[in-house]
């Protein structure tokens, strides 16, 4: 019956659109980046289409760009919240044209390790930035920053105290 196959191809079509809805959506999640035990990895910001070159500032602030942007996300302070700004990267001393609501609210940290840079998380930093599709900067502190450009995100890598 003609009247079925058009029935048929509307549920195959709808069904392949849910289909295609919810692997976006998966998409969208951001995957768990691994790393040995003695660090913490968690996000510091998503929704950063090509997420790559990352730098950081002696300030903390870290600096990276995205597909079409350039973004600034500067540490938390006592008396200011962590802030993701999006820079017009055309402009010479990257001119900060308008705040976003991109970063993720940070949970207590667990307790970091001072003191120099350990090798440990050099050798996790080589490790990570040989991944496909990643980049990573090191803070001062021993810091990691990781960005995965497929994913959109950055994450945070830290040394814990065991």
């Known amino acids: 019956m003609p009247g079925n196959k058009t029935v048929s191809s509307i549920r195959i079509g709808a069904l392949t659109l849910l289909g295609v809805l919810a692997g976006?959506?998966?998409?969208?999640?951001?995957?768990?980046?691994?790393?040995?035990?003695?660090?913490?990895?968690?996000i510091y910001a998503r929704d950063i289409a090509g997420a790559r070159d990352l730098r950081v500032d002696t300030d903390g602030t870290l600096r990276l760009r995205g597909d079409s942007?350039?973004?600034?996300i500067t540490p938390p302070?006592?008396?200011?919240?962590?802030?993701?700004?999006r820079v017009a990267s055309e402009i010479q001393d990257d001119t900060v044209i308008q705040a976003t609501a991109r970063a993720v609210p940070l949970a207590p940290q667990a307790p970091v390790t001072n003191g120099p840079v350990l090798p440990e998380t050099v050798a996790l930093a080589r490790e990570l930035a040989r991944q496909r599709f990643t980049d990573v900067a090191l803070a001062p502190d021993g810091t990691l920053f990781v960005s995965d450009a497929r994913a959109g995100v950055v994450y945070q890598v830290r040394r814990i105290s065991l």
């Open 69 to 72: 942007e350039s973004f600034e």
């Open 77 to 85: 302070r006592d008396d200011s919240p962590r802030m993701v700004m």
């Open 24 to 42: 976006a959506q998966v998409m969208h999640r951001a995957p768990a980046i691994e790393v040995p035990a003695g660090f913490d990895a968690r």
